[in-house]
């Protein structure tokens, strides 16, 4: 960590106040984030953690309409909650502000009209859709129609929610407004743009050259294939009446897009911080030696990397340091989807786990040990019920959970319930060995952390636990104490090994307070320590515990999860899942159809079949082709060289969506021009049951080149 950081200022993802979020939204930004600030606190870094509810945008109108109510009505139902439910479940906050706020208005009011001022913004007259019937520009989520891709009758302006591709209002079939239903109309109508093309240049030299080795590939890659793709005039202002008011002349009836909007609500939430507690938010937004890191989750890395610096660098701010953005959490095989009601709400978890039992809290730290160790920090993970109830009983109950507990009973039966002196001409290799397992611990964690690699810090955590584990049952002082009768000097030989696990304890409480804050809270109860103890610097030694000091009665840290619980979840998931509608055959495009089976090609003999070379190759970059709707240009590691394949597939997929991902390659199959672009393999898909095409992808990571066979 470089000297020269004074402070740092960590922000996650504004989440939009339209419902209440799912266990993928904790993974993806706010357990990572706040992993990292209890990192930098127990360091004793000066360091502010913002974020607050998202509270304009017409997700927020549309979810008034489906409940009947008003857009202030609705954040004002779901900031509490949404914030209350991060309280439960750990995620500690400096503050969580609201963009419906007076000081975020001004704030971003301020922004706009600065960068305005100075010529950063151009006005542009485009035609848009607008509903004659409401008197209203139609925003994309109110413009409905069929998708041109799988012909459902009712993808929004902006996506296809059965498919899943993006859509433009231009793309819909027969597209019509959700407020009259009628069709839209046509109308010119200016507005404020951001020229983000007038800025690629310094955009690529500071993504792709000073940060292409410290930020995530994943993110370096999205990024890169939107400048390859080279970037457009983005609006800043849109046609609505829910949102901060575009304060020039000439703007009535406009607001400010929530994609400006949203990201200075950071600037706002710190500045709402200050006031609260008498301080100077300024140099947390102009000082170069103040370290900025956005937590987000990958469908906001085009905002983050390469429109909110662009904005920042125009107003005279300072850029972020790192975006360590996730990929996403799926549950149970499938995407969690809030319109199919496959998900599960940190509401339901929190009512289902923290609430009905004495000690709830620890099975917040449940819930957060499981998400941590399935964190999608370079690829899309998968949260199983099975794999919740593995992770609890298997690691926190009979690793972590179970080398503390059997210390505690040892020290109260064979030491008196003190902590035992440690006799150090009796130390021997076993007991060296856990010193330094002790002593390096620490190093460990806190370069994985610093590297955002936030599973591997967890995992050397637990690993230490498990080096207890081992130490204990190797020291074997339950059998040792039968000998005492015999030999009274084996007490030593008992005092050494409690004292080094009760030290090695005291370290656990430390190394883990990052990612399981109630567990160490306890672990300071039951050892009668303050939570001081906690800060980092204390890691890694083996005098924390005063020889003499009297320590509380064992408590159990963690309980088994049973079957019936896990079954319950998973009952309660499938029976509340929404099936997909299926739609009449007189829809303009027909839907697939279920395959049962596929045509089945001619026999052909094993000779015939190995003569194809199948390899594994990592996807580096993708772009689309100019002029050819279906056509990606993508650059795949193959071990040994990096080929250039032409694949049909745009249809299909954006091409910031599949970079790094894995996929089986015809290496040896004859390059072919496409659009003048010589394609050198082919990737092999397959087409699922609604016609969308589907990476054929190795199940864990396997290095490239690897053959297929």
């Not at 209440?20 to 930004?29: R, W």
């Not at 005039?233 to 609505?240: E, H, N, Q």
């Not at 599960?344 to 709830?360: A, S």
């Not at 394609?679 to 992808?697: H, P, R, T």
Request: some cysteine; proline content about 5%.
């Amino acid at each position: 960590m470089s000297n020269s950081v004074k402070r740092f200022l960590i922000t996650a993802a504004l989440p939009y106040a339209n419902g209440l979020k799912h266990i993928g939204h904790l993974a993806g930004a706010y357990l990572p984030a706040d992993i990292y600030v209890r990192y930098l606190r127990a360091q004793k870094k000066e360091v502010v953690f913002v974020c607050g509810s998202d509270e304009h945008g017409t997700a927020i109108p549309i979810q008034a309409k489906k409940e009947g109510t008003t857009p202030r009505a609705i954040i004002d139902k779901y900031h509490p909650i949404i914030k209350q439910n991060f309280e439960d479940l750990g995620i500690s906050f400096d503050i969580y502000s609201r963009t419906s706020d007076p000081i975020h208005h001004e704030t971003a009011q301020a922004f706009f009209k600065q960068l305005n001022d100075h010529g950063d913004l151009e006005i542009l007259e485009s035609e848009q859709y607008f509903d004659e019937e409401a008197n209203t520009f139609l925003a994309d989520r109110y413009i409905k129609g069929t998708c041109p891709n799988c012909g459902f009758p009712e993808a929004y302006g902006d996506q296809c929610e059965k498919c899943g591709t993006s859509l433009s209002p231009e793309q819909l079939i027969k597209p019509f407004s959700t407020i009259s239903g009628k069709t839209p109309i046509k109308k010119a109508t200016k507005h404020w743009y951001l020229p983000l093309n007038k800025h690629e240049d310094w955009l690529r030299e500071w993504i792709l050259e000073k940060h292409k080795n410290d930020w995530k590939p994943s993110v370096v890659g999205q990024c890169k294939s939107w400048l390859d793709g080279g970037l457009q005039p983005r609006a800043v202002t849109r046609d609505l009446d829910w949102g901060v008011k575009v304060p020039v002349e000439g703007a009535e009836g406009k607001v400010l897009y929530v994609w400006f909007d949203a990201p200075i609500g950071y600037i706002s939430a710190t500045k709402q911080w200050a006031l609260d507690n008498n301080k100077d938010w300024k140099p947390y937004w102009e000082d170069k030696n103040t370290k900025l890191v956005h937590f987000i989750g990958k469908d906001n890395i085009v905002f983050h990397c390469l429109i909110f610096p662009t904005m920042l660098k125009l107003h005279g701010n300072i850029l972020p340091e790192n975006v360590p953005a996730n990929e996403f959490v799926n549950l149970e095989g499938e995407k969690m989807s809030t319109s199919r009601n496959w998900k599960l709400e940190m509401q339901d978890y929190i009512d289902d786990f923290i609430k009905k039992e004495n000690g709830g809290s620890q099975m917040a730290d449940v819930l957060r040990y499981y998400l941590c160790s399935i964190l999608p920090e370079s690829k899309d993970s998968e949260f199983t019920w099975k794999g919740f109830q593995d992770a609890n009983n298997s690691e926190l109950v009979s690793i972590f959970g179970n080398f503390v507990n059997r210390t505690f009973v040892l020290m109260h039966k064979l030491c008196g319930g003190k902590v035992p002196p440690l006799n150090a001409r009796e130390l021997d290799e076993i007991d060296e060995t856990l010193i330094s397992d002790i002593e390096n611990a620490k190093l460990k964690v806190e370069n994985a952390i610093e590297q955002y690699k936030f599973r591997e810090a967890l995992f050397e955590v637990i690993d230490l636990a498990r080096k207890g584990n081992k130490y204990m049952q190797d020291k074997q002082p339950w059998i040792v104490a039968k000998e005492l009768e015999v030999n009274p000097e084996k007490q030593k030989l008992i005092d050494n090994c409690l004292h080094l696990c009760l030290q090695l304890t005291a370290n656990l409480a430390i190394l883990i307070h990052p990612f399981l804050p109630f567990t160490a809270e306890k672990l300071c109860h039951m050892m009668k320590v303050v939570p001081k103890m906690l800060e980092w610097k204390n890691a890694g030694r083996i005098k924390l515990l005063s020889v003499g000091y009297a320590l509380r009665a064992p408590e159990l840290l963690f309980r088994k999860i049973e079957k019936e619980e896990i079954d319950f979840q998973l009952d309660k998931l499938h029976k509340g899942k929404i099936r997909p509608t299926t739609f009449a055959q007189e829809s303009p495009l027909p839907a697939s159809k279920p395959k049962v089976e596929s045509e089945v090609k001619s026999t052909i003999q094993f000779e015939d079949f190995a003569k194809i070379d199948l390899k594994v190759g990592t996807i580096l970059t993708a772009e689309k082709v100019e002029k050819a709707d279906k056509l990606l240009k993508l650059s795949v590691d193959m071990g040994t060289e990096t080929r250039t394949i032409v694949s049909g597939i745009a249809m299909h997929f954006q091409p910031q969506d599949i970079i790094n991902k894995q996929v089986v390659v015809v290496a040896n199959l004859a390059p072919r021009k496409m659009r003048g672009i010589e394609s050198n393999g082919m990737i092999l898909m397959a087409e699922d049951v609604d016609g969308k095409l589907q990476f054929v992808s190795p199940n864990v990571v396997i290095n490239n080149g690897a053959e297929v066979r």
